[in-house]
């Protein structure tokens, strides 16, 4: 309260730098969000573990994500997702596919004390990322331009991201 007290700022000056100082690590944050996602030919469950762990970072040191939110239940469902992926074997994270066997799913839920239904809604932020990704790919080998922020991003693949078969086939699979 000091701080504001004794600020030579107008209280809502203050506010204005720091909102432009979220905006500028913002802007950072989405910068590094899209050299990770075009550094990467294909985007496998590695990719996706080193995503969450530093996401799980980030959000301990503070900084707020757009990507995951930054909720208590946010960090929470980064934290289990983190948990399933390290009960997995370095060949499932390779090859996601072989989490379809049914052997696989139970193995990891004794592992983890977590539902099936959690496991499937890890998955399925998976594959959502994993979508993500190949529509940023494609605008890169395109060469079209990279929308300059996370929203514009969002809204563009909603719109213009054509589902492969399998894609839309993983999507409705993991929503039942």
Do not use: W
């Not at 996602?37 to 590695?46: D, G, I």
């Not at 809604?121 to 979508?131: A, D, I, P, T, V």
């Not at 940023?136 to 300059?148: C, Y």
């Amino acid at each position: 309260m000091n701080f504001i007290k004794n600020a030579k700022l107008p209280i809502k000056r203050s506010f204005g730098l720091m909102d432009r100082y979220q905006k500028k690590q913002g802007d950072k944050e989405y910068k590094l969000f899209l050299d990770f996602m075009t550094s990467k030919e294909q985007f496998t469950l590695v990719e996706y573990k080193q995503f969450i762990s530093d996401s799980l970072d980030k959000m301990s040191r503070g900084i707020i994500s757009k990507f995951v939110g930054s909720d208590e239940q946010g960090k929470a469902e980064l934290a289990e997702s983190k948990t399933i992926l390290n009960a997995c074997f370095p060949e499932e994270l390779e090859n996601p596919k072989e989490l379809n066997d049914k052997n696989i799913l139970n193995e990891i839920e004794s592992i983890t004390n977590l539902s099936q239904d959690k496991i499937q809604k890890m998955l399925k932020g998976y594959n959502g990322f994993r979508s993500l990704h190949k529509y940023v790919q494609q605008l890169k080998n395109s060469g079209k331009d990279l929308p300059l922020t996370y929203e514009l991003l969002s809204q563009k693949f909603r719109s213009e991201y054509k589902y492969s078969y399998d894609e839309k086939m993983n999507l409705d699979e993991n929503r039942n």
